[in-house]
């Protein structure tokens, strides 16, 4: 069964940092284009970061978020994470685990997602 389930999510003040894992299962994330994306109420889906399924290590990020944001992953843990840090406001929404079979931000497949409420 394929799975991915995000973890980390919660309401915070501006300026704080959060940490989002997602662990995967039923398969290995080795060799797909990894990363997240996030979708706010009336917005459209906005992709995060994404490491390359390529080299399974150059990774890109939104413009919003490229000073704030780390993906990062561990394959002895099947796992990805994303460090968000200096959250604003802006950043609020469901944040998605997903993978590709192509190039980066082209997903295929998402987890159920983890709410990220900014504010104070």
């Known amino acids: 069964q394929v799975q991915l389930v995000e973890s980390g999510g919660g309401p915070v003040q501006p300026g704080e940092s959060l940490r989002l894992s997602c662990v995967a299962s039923g398969f290995t994330l080795d060799g797909y284009a990894m990363g997240w994306f996030r979708r706010a109420p009336g917005k459209e889906r906005e992709d995060v970061a994404c490491i390359s399924g390529s080299d399974g290590s150059t990774a890109f990020y939104g413009d919003s978020v490229k000073a704030r944001f780390t993906v990062s992953r561990d394959s002895a843990k099947n796992a990805l994470y994303l460090e968000m840090n200096d959250l604003n406001p802006t950043d609020t929404g469901a944040y998605f685990c997903?993978?590709?079979?192509?190039?980066?931000?082209?997903?295929?497949?998402w987890g159920q997602g983890t709410q990220v409420t900014v504010s104070s």
């Open positions: 997903a993978i590709g079979n192509g190039v980066c931000y082209k997903w295929d497949w």
